[in-house]
């Protein structure tokens, strides 16, 4: 059984012949931390924007190294919407955005291009074209279909606020001018639907919406203020995505408890992370119950940064007796390998999937 065949098997509620093994994430520092354990030819560490196009080339490459190494079944990318320097640490999107740069994987938003009914009016979203997807489509050439390549097409939520430029305000909005408000995420769903469009035409096999909209003591606003504005457009996605027989993931950090049945109503075919700080995995399958896959939840907010491997052992061990039985489930971080990750921990958790994720799970 290929990579891809056991990912898209638990993806549909299935049971393969183990726990697949996915990751949301890998930033530049970590996959050289990880590749390093396996080899002392990796490249030195740059931010990606700071990269030309060979040390861009050099990077993903060593990212397929380190999928190869872990055995994963899967693994995910971004979209390339291109960043453009345009100061002493500031880089600016094709959607007009611009970020900070940061170590972490999560460049901030600092600067909008929608804020009023008259730029909104006047914006002109970019042209998707095949150019944001040249990563993935080298990542299926590499792999041969052999491994499940999950692309991250720009989520409207997330799109919506960084569009402004600042989350408090866009979550005001709501309030303030939900006329606006829906007209901005009018256009961040049609660039995501654009971008899942032309995916498809690229051979783009699954797609994650990546906009996180809880804390770890909920939502970030009310449940029926998600289903007036965001879970039309999140429908919307997964309609443009199904349309294209493609499966697609919802992630969200924090505690979604309150947002599942929603998710599930859109259509989502799958849930990550289930963050153990504040969601149970066992509980939230018993929720989903077999209607999507479920996808996490390793911690790595405690656990992978300051943990033993014999404790990640243990974890993955715990998790997989959970949330493994009956199929519909896929092994990965709770939310990403982060700079703060140790590498041999990533290590070790992928190692005891392997290790313990064979079905019938008897751990």
């Known amino acids: 059984m290929t990579g891809k065949e056991r990912f898209d098997i638990a993806l549909k509620g ?15 520092s970590s ?35 380190v999928v190869e190494k872990l055995d ?17 640490n500031r880089v600016r999107d094709k959607l007009g955005i611009v970020y900070i740069p940061s170590d972490n994987g999560l460049a901030l938003p600092v600067q909008g291009v929608i804020t009023t009914p008259e730029e909104l009016k006047n914006y002109k979203k970019p042209t998707v074209d095949e150019t944001w997807f040249m990563a993935a489509k080298f990542a299926h050439m590499h792999f041969k279909g052999e491994r499940a390549v999950v692309v991250m097409p720009p989520d409207p939520w997330k799109t919506y606020w960084a569009l402004m430029g600042d989350m408090t305000r866009a979550l005001m909005l709501f309030y303030d001018d939900p006329d606006l408000a829906h007209g901005i995420l009018g256009v961040a769903t049609d660039i995501c639907i654009d971008a899942i469009n032309v995916g498809a035409k690229c051979g783009i096999e699954h797609f994650c919406l990546t906009g996180d909209l809880a804390m770890n003591t909920g ?17 919307k996605a997964v309609h443009a995505s199904h349309a294209h027989g493609i499966p697609i993931i919802k992630h969200s950090c924090g505690d979604t408890v ?60 715990e998790t997989i007796a959970k949330a493994a039985p009956g199929g519909g489930f896929i092994l990965a971080s709770a939310n990403s390998i982060h700079k703060d990750v140790k590498p041999e921990n990533a290590v070790a958790m992928f190692a005891a999937g392997r290790k313990y994720g064979a079905y019938p799970i008897s751990v």
């Open 258 to 317: 309150r947002l599942l049945e929603d998710f599930l109503e859109c259509g989502f075919n799958g849930v990550h992370p289930i963050q153990p700080q504040c969601m149970d995995i066992a509980e939230a399958k018993k929720i989903i119950n077999g209607r999507a896959a479920v996808l996490g939840n390793i911690d790595c907010i405690d656990l992978l940064p300051s943990g033993s491997v014999e404790d990640v052992d243990r974890v993955v061990r």
């Open 31 to 65: 996959i050289i931390g990880i590749a390093k354990q396996f080899t002392e030819d990796a490249p030195a560490f740059k931010l990606i924007h700071e990269m030309n196009p060979t040390e861009m080339l050099a990077l993903l490459s060593t990212l397929f190294f």
């Open 14 to 28: 299935g049971q393969p012949d183990r726990v697949p093994l996915w990751e949301l994430a890998f930033i530049e």
């Open 72 to 88: 994963l079944d899967g693994f995910t990318l971004p979209v390339q919407a291109g960043n453009e320097v345009v100061g002493e």
């Open 219 to 235: 939502p970030m606003m009310s449940p029926d203020t998600f289903r007036t504005f965001i879970k039309p457009c999140y429908a």
